[in-house]
């Protein structure tokens, strides 16, 4: 959870371009291999089921953890404890920006010294971020207090930030959250909750990235706007509305029920106007969540 | 009983959550797969097609999981329904329960959870023989 953090606070620090952070995102993806090592370590997988993914690799443009999991090599579970704990993200990440002149070393150390200071996060915390750590962090990208259940719009937040890791990658940044849409060419689906509160979730881009972001999650190779990138955000909403529920539900004893996620359609801007909406930014784009509860 | 007789239904509106499911019980040797979009299809489809296990997804259009899940135990009341949902809530899984499924399986789905589910199912129809 670090990477994405750091890169937001690099942004809100104006150390480094918008621009520069996506080519280092990108640069860095060629480096994600490195799971293996650590699956390796973590005496999840043997060296030859990692060679046998790289090799699936050149045929497959995918993570090595997502591999591994669909393989059966892992669990899902295993693979999210190792980019939990995955220290090598962030490292990477300034490696990345070093070596292309947008930082130089000493600025680069300096901006994590701050960081972690200003976060009180210790060595032990970044290569082990705990929750109420990271919870800290998720504070620091919005005020939640000013809406109007900031216990429950954090932990949705939270745990947004996590499925992504989880079942899209770990290379995005999210960026500062938003109150209304300008542009008019978005898809979208929503999904309506309903019980003892309820709320409205979209999950919306623009075409292109939609695709990209099917891509990702279904594992298929998808060129245009198809039944699949619809199943694929259909599906994405769903499931992490439903581990939400899962959780207030474990946590809050609040019950909640859920409708079914829409079909993809174009978004005209007041369905998500005053809804929190939170941007992700990928290599391949910006990906928007917005939840108004 | 031996995996590659066994018949099975996959019931979800999610084309993807189908897929992965297919893929998954494919991948344990079984190939009589039949697939339904929502809860009306499944009743359909168990008419006719008897399967051995269900696997039901609860939040559905049309008829959502519960009720088809209801319906079929109507038609069957020895049917195996496994509802795979990814809204595990204690009130869920309560009327899951209650309505008489065999398991719950919490999206997202465990492959090895299918194939221990397939398994018991097999070696508990061996036993009644």
């Known amino acids: 959870m670090f990477t994405q953090f750091f890169g937001n606070y690099l942004l809100n620090q104006k150390l480094i371009t918008p621009k520069q952070l996506i080519d280092a995102i990108q640069q860095k993806q060629e480096t ?15 060296a030859s089921q990692v060679e ?10 995918k993570g090595l953890g997502d591999i591994a999991v669909e393989l059966g090599y892992m669990t899902a579970k295993q693979l999210s404890t190792l980019l939990d704990a995955q220290p090598v993200g962030y490292l990477l990440l300034g ?12 600025q680069f150390e300096s901006a994590i010294n701050s960081y972690k200071e200003k976060y009180s996060l210790s060595d032990e915390d970044i290569t082990n971020i705990e929750n109420s750590k990271s919870e800290k962090l998720i504070a ?3 005020n939640f207090s000013n809406t109007s259940n900031p216990l429950l719009y954090k932990g949705f937040v939270s745990l947004l930030i996590k499925n992504f890791v989880r079942f899209v990658g770990d290379d995005f940044t999210p960026l500062e959250p938003e109150f209304s849409v300008q542009a008019v060419s978005y898809k979208t689906s929503s999904q309506n909750i309903n019980g003892e509160f309820s709320a409205l979730t979209h999950i919306f881009a623009e075409e ?3 695709i990209q972001f099917a891509c990702r999650y279904s594992g298929e190779n998808i060129t245009e706007l198809d039944e699949y990138v619809e199943a694929s955000c259909q599906d994405f909403i769903n499931l992490h509305n439903g581990l939400f529920t899962v959780n207030v539900s474990n946590n809050q004893q609040i019950e909640l029920t859920l409708a079914p996620p829409t079909p993809l359609s174009d978004l005209s801007p007041n369905q998500v106007q005053g809804s929190l909406i939170l941007p992700f930014q990928f290599p391949f784009g910006i990906i928007r969540f917005a939840i108004s509860i | 009983m031996n995996i590659n007789e066994l018949k099975i239904l996959v019931c979800d509106d999610s084309l993807l959550a189908r897929k992965r499911l297919k893929d998954c019980i494919i991948s344990f040797g079984c190939s009589s797969i039949f697939e339904a979009a929502n809860g009306e299809e499944a009743i359909a489809q168990y008419n006719d097609n008897k399967p051995n296990l269900v696997f039901m997804d609860i939040v559905m259009p049309k008829k959502d999981g519960i009720e088809a899940l209801k319906d079929i135990l109507e038609i069957d009341s020895d049917a195996t329904v496994i509802m795979a949902s990814s809204v595990g809530t204690q009130s869920y899984l309560k009327d899951a329960i209650k309505a008489g499924a065999s398991d719950f399986i919490q999206k997202p789905i465990d492959n090895d959870r299918v194939k221990e589910i397939i398994n018991s199912y097999c070696s508990r129809e061996e036993e009644d023989i």
């Open chain 1, 32 to 46: 994600r291999m490195k799971i293996g090592v650590l699956a390796i370590n973590a005496g999840y997988m043997t």
């Open chain 1, 95 to 106: 490696q990345t920006i070093v070596d292309k002149g947008y930082m130089t070393n000493s």
């Open chain 1, 140 to 142: 620091s990208l919005f």
């Open chain 1, 208 to 210: 292109k990235e939609l």
């Open chain 1, 52 to 61: 046998r993914i790289h090799e699936l690799q050149s045929k497959i443009d």
